[in-house]
């Protein structure tokens, strides 16, 4: 008993285990690996999300991005607030409108020019994403085609797509009207009447 004792205290005593230690050179410990992955993973998002966060604003910029956010909505909300207008109390809008009746043409011409310039870089972008999707679409068009010319063959409708050949039993019985008795007997009788 001391001797086998002796030899596994030699294998797996003192806090050691020769056999997984050997079997480690072989073979990657899995538990390890999971660790070391673990950690590359974790590095490896952390590094991601220090590229990709915003850099800290501070109260002006957030201010200032908060008043370019306001124009779209608030030309909406205020249109639909003149129809409100409108509707609710009409002479109320009517002298309101008297009022924009006496803004000189150089202003109106102003506004348009003000409006154009804060929407025309947005509508300058959407037009070029526009173009790009068209592009694209344009580039599948020939697959598309061909596609369609393939389905358009297997769909045929032509006469004598089934032909049979040389099979002469199969033509004579495709050539042969097939006898109904349901309908011999439905024929007779509406002759009897």
């Not at 200032?64 to 809008?93: E, Q, S």
């Not at 043409?105 to 173009?131: D, N, T």
């Amino acid at each position: 008993m001391g001797l086998i004792s002796s030899v596994f205290a030699y294998l797996f005593g003192d806090g050691r285990n020769a056999v997984r230690e050997t079997v480690e050179i072989f073979r990657e410990n899995s538990e390890s690996g999971a660790k070391r992955s673990l950690a590359l993973q974790q590095q490896a998002m952390f590094q991601f999300g220090e590229e990709f966060k915003a850099p800290q604003k501070g109260a002006f910029d957030r201010f200032i991005d908060g008043l370019n956010r306001l124009p779209r909505p608030a030309m909406a909300i205020g249109t639909l607030g003149l129809f409100v207008a409108a509707m609710v109390d009409p002479i109320w809008f009517a002298a309101r409108m008297q009022g924009v009746a006496l803004v000189p043409e150089p202003l109106w011409w102003l506004l348009g020019v003000i409006v154009s310039f804060y929407f025309g870089a947005r509508h300058q972008a959407k037009v070029q994403e526009l173009q790009r999707e068209i592009t694209a679409t344009i580039q599948r068009t020939p697959k598309v085609l061909e596609n369609l010319q393939a389905l358009k063959d297997l769909r045929s409708k032509v006469v004598g797509v089934a032909d049979p050949g040389s099979d002469a039993n199969l033509l004579q019985h495709l050539s042969d009207a097939e006898e109904n008795p349901a309908l011999e007997d439905w024929r007779r009788l509406r002759r009897g009447q």
